[in-house]
């Protein structure tokens, strides 16, 4: 049995991240976002929706670029800290011991300990109601090569324990079920009991 539920958002998990921003340290901020999510493969495209109210609205909106970090077990408490305090009153970065370096690309700063860095660039400002959403271009990405296996340059997010964000909890993401395209794979005879000798 169903039970019907009003119209809401209830499509999760969801990632939660860090998004950095800042033209330079004096104004380098974080803050956390659950509504984010890629748009298009060709070029490159992802979005975060912010509330106008929040402290870093104003910085993405005036610089036009801002760096999606991902987040970890480790990373955790700060995800959760910088989603409820405010940049106006706090400086993040110092008070959650987390190291700002500047983008590869962007001026935005990087999360030093996030395992990937996305250097995003706003494309447009879609006016949506409770949150705008800025829709933007990934110029650069930087990924953490304790988690890329030096035998088949394979990189291996699992080993950094992401988290994501469902109903107001957080959780870790478990083991491995399948892989892309393993549904409809043939799986291989096996050959006649080892070619009989």
Same mark, same amino acid.
């Given at each position: 049995?169903?039970?019907?539920?009003?119209?809401?958002?209830?499509?999760?998990?969801?990632?939660?991240?860090?998004?950095?921003?800042?033209?330079? +340290?004096?104004?380098? /901020?974080?803050?956390?976002?659950?509504?984010?999510?890629?748009?298009?493969? /060709?070029?490159?495209?992802?979005?975060?929706?912010?509330?106008?109210?929040?402290?870093?609205?104003?910085?993405?909106?005036?610089?036009? +670029?801002?760096?999606? /970090?991902?987040?970890?077990?480790?990373?955790?408490?700060?995800?959760?800290?910088?989603?409820?305090?405010?940049?106006?009153?706090?400086?993040?970065?110092?008070?959650?011991?987390?190291?700002?370096?500047?983008?590869?690309?962007?001026?935005?700063?990087?999360?030093?300990?996030?395992?990937?860095?996305?250097?995003?660039?706003?494309?447009?400002?879609?006016?949506?109601?409770?949150?705008?959403?800025?829709?933007?271009?990934?110029?650069?990405?930087?990924?953490?090569?304790?988690?890329?296996?030096?035998?088949?340059?394979?990189?291996?997010?699992?080993?950094?324990?992401?988290?994501?964000?469902?109903?107001?909890?957080?959780?870790?993401?478990?083991?491995?079920?399948?892989?892309?395209?393993?549904?409809?794979?043939?799986?291989?005879?096996?050959?006649?009991?080892?070619?009989?000798?």
């Amino acid at each position: 049995m169903k039970e019907s539920w009003k119209p809401g958002t209830v499509i999760y998990p969801l990632p939660a991240v860090l998004v950095s921003c800042g033209e330079n +340290e004096e104004e380098y /901020n974080l803050l956390t976002v659950a509504w984010t999510g890629t748009v298009c493969t /060709n070029p490159p495209m992802c979005y975060i929706s912010v509330r106008r109210e929040r402290h870093s609205y104003d910085i993405i909106r005036r610089t036009g +670029e801002f760096v999606i /970090n991902l987040t970890t077990e480790e990373l955790a408490r700060a995800t959760d800290w910088c989603g409820v305090r405010s940049g106006r009153d706090h400086d993040k970065f110092r008070e959650m011991g987390l190291t700002a370096r500047k983008g590869s690309v962007v001026s935005a700063p990087i999360v030093e300990e996030s395992p990937v860095n996305i250097e995003c660039r706003v494309k447009q400002i879609v006016p949506l109601g409770s949150h705008d959403m800025f829709l933007a271009e990934v110029v650069g990405v930087q990924v953490d090569d304790r988690y890329i296996d030096p035998d088949t340059g394979r990189f291996a997010l699992e080993k950094a324990h992401p988290i994501v964000y469902s109903h107001g909890e957080y959780f870790s993401l478990g083991k491995v079920i399948g892989h892309f395209g393993w549904s409809v794979r043939k799986k291989k005879k096996k050959r006649a009991a080892a070619k009989k000798q």
